[in-house]
């Protein structure tokens, strides 16, 4: 190896974003205004999906990954949940921890999100470029 020659390869982040970014973000813009309960539960009936049953399911499915991998979030947590959706998990996580930071790719679920968890005064939400 040459003098200066380096060993670390840039990651494709440095090239890709832009593209893939806009193609992440339309795909799930275009989910959530088709109906964005479903194509984040797809348990869900997609022609009348059920919104309590939605609600729930987000506890349900945080209280699972806590327990698989043996995890809790304490009330002086701050927890960052990427792809946050319309905020089923962030809600959960909200009464848990002291703050938390959603993120997502998506403006279309951000604003539905937003519009979810007025009421909670510990949520940020931010929109990420899906890489970094
Ligand atoms: C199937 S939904 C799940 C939402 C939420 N985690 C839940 O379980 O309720 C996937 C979400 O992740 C977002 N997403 C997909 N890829 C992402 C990325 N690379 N960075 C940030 N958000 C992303 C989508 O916009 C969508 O809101």
Redesign the pocket.
């Known amino acids: 190896m040459r003098e200066n020659e380096s060993t670390v390869r840039p990651t494709t982040r440095h090239s890709e974003p832009a593209n893939a970014s806009r193609e992440?973000r339309d795909f799930?813009d275009a989910k959530a205004r088709e109906n964005a309960l479903y194509?984040?539960n797809n348990e869900l009936d997609f022609s009348d999906p059920d919104e309590a049953r939605f609600w729930a399911s987000?506890l349900e499915?945080l209280e699972t990954l806590l327990g698989l991998f043996d995890l809790s979030i304490r009330p002086t947590d701050r927890v960052v949940e990427?792809?946050?959706?319309v905020g089923?998990?962030t809600r959960p996580l909200a009464q848990r921890a002291n703050q938390v930071t959603g993120?997502?790719?998506?403006p279309e679920?951000l604003r539905q999100c937003e519009s979810a968890l007025g009421d909670l005064r510990n949520v940020e939400l931010i929109r990420?470029n899906?890489y970094d």
Do not use: H, K, N, T
Request: charged letters at 10%; proline letters at 0%; glycine letters at 26%.
């Open positions: 992440m799930w194509f984040v987000g499915v990427i792809g946050c959706g089923r998990i993120v997502d790719v998506s679920m990420g899906g």
